[in-house]
């Protein structure tokens, strides 16, 4: 049984893999390890990021906030997860399912603007090296990570709204394991195409618009780091790129994969596949592409293993 009847009438049932009960108890065990890895990635990221005074740049700023971004993400959606995978229920409340579709929703529109910022930094320090401090200084940073903040809650306030208020006539069992757009707007019974047409528009504008900049900005970084002299200079440029390319591949993949398509188009495992990846495998594997990949980070992770470190920090 995936749900008792005592559960309200208000609540949404998840079915998730309850159709593959044979899967739920490894995929706990799987999305518990998981969730563990990206909390503790991520606020490792964020702890040296602010802590560590050889990490104060822009990059690192930008950097801290994406993990600050992964690891809301991942605390909205994978403790809900876990809890219908472990139990017998497999509910979420109204008030759950909406403040779950509107912070996830916000927190990855977040990201997509974010996104395409950090390759601005990244063009700014490699194309324009002298002006760099003048282009990207501290309050210009916090500008754009607050507008990028406000933007992406904004999007999802205007996306929220139009799919929590689209008629359902009482149906409330969406095959999926947490509430997302394309989910919801399955269960409504009446006429979606304003919707998606929104849908579309919107994921065009948040995740197309900044993915083209994104590429844009990259052409000029390549045309730049082919002109460095200096073989040790243009690997360090080609690193810290390759590090930023690899989250954006990662992330606007199964992003575009679902949001810029009809939701009546979308297939029941590909969708949750999906959302599998850019919920919990994106944000898990962020943190340690960018420590792995960077020896500045990792050096800093070293420093804050010693106890000198946080004596001079206090």
């Not at 591949?249 to 949001?259: C, N």
Request: glycine residues 4%; proline residues 4%.
């Amino acid at each position: 049984m995936w749900v008792s009847n005592q559960s309200s009438l208000d609540d949404f049932i998840l079915l998730g893999f309850s159709d593959r009960s044979w899967l739920e108890t490894p995929l706990f065990v799987i999305f518990l390890v998981a969730y563990i890895s990206a909390l503790f990635g991520n606020i490792s990221v964020i702890l040296v990021s602010r802590l560590d005074p050889q990490l104060d740049s822009p990059m690192y700023f930008f950097v801290s906030n994406l993990s600050l971004l992964d690891l809301c993400f991942t605390t909205s959606t994978v403790p809900q997860m876990l809890v219908n995978l472990w139990g017998p229920e497999k509910t979420i409340s109204y008030g759950g399912c909406v403040a779950q579709l509107y912070i996830s929703l916000a927190l990855g529109s977040t990201e997509c603007i974010l996104l395409a910022i950090m390759a601005f930094d990244r063009y700014a320090a490699i194309c324009k090296p002298l002006r760099y401090p003048i282009i990207m200084n501290q309050r210009r940073c916090i500008h754009m990570a607050t507008g990028t903040w406000i933007s992406g809650f904004a999007n999802s306030l205007v996306q929220s709204t139009l799919t929590v208020l689209t008629p359902r006539c009482g149906q409330r069992v969406m095959d999926h394991f947490f509430c997302e757009v394309p989910a919801l707007l399955k269960l409504a019974c009446t006429d979606t195409h304003v919707n998606e047409a929104e849908l579309n528009v919107l994921g065009a504008l948040l995740l197309l618009v900044p993915l083209s900049l994104i590429l844009g900005i990259y052409v000029f970084i390549a045309r730049a780091v082919m002109r460095i002299r200096s073989a040790e200079s243009r690997w360090k440029a080609f690193n810290t790129c390759a590090s930023h390319l690899l989250v954006v591949s990662l992330f606007y993949f199964t992003a575009i994969t679902m949001y810029v398509q009809p939701p009546s188009s979308y297939s029941r495992d590909r969708g949750k596949i999906m959302a599998l990846f850019y919920g919990i495998v994106t944000p898990t594997l962020n943190p340690f592409i960018y420590t792995l990949r960077n020896k500045d980070v990792k050096a800093a992770l070293r420093r804050a293993l010693t106890k000198e470190f946080w004596v001079r920090t206090r």
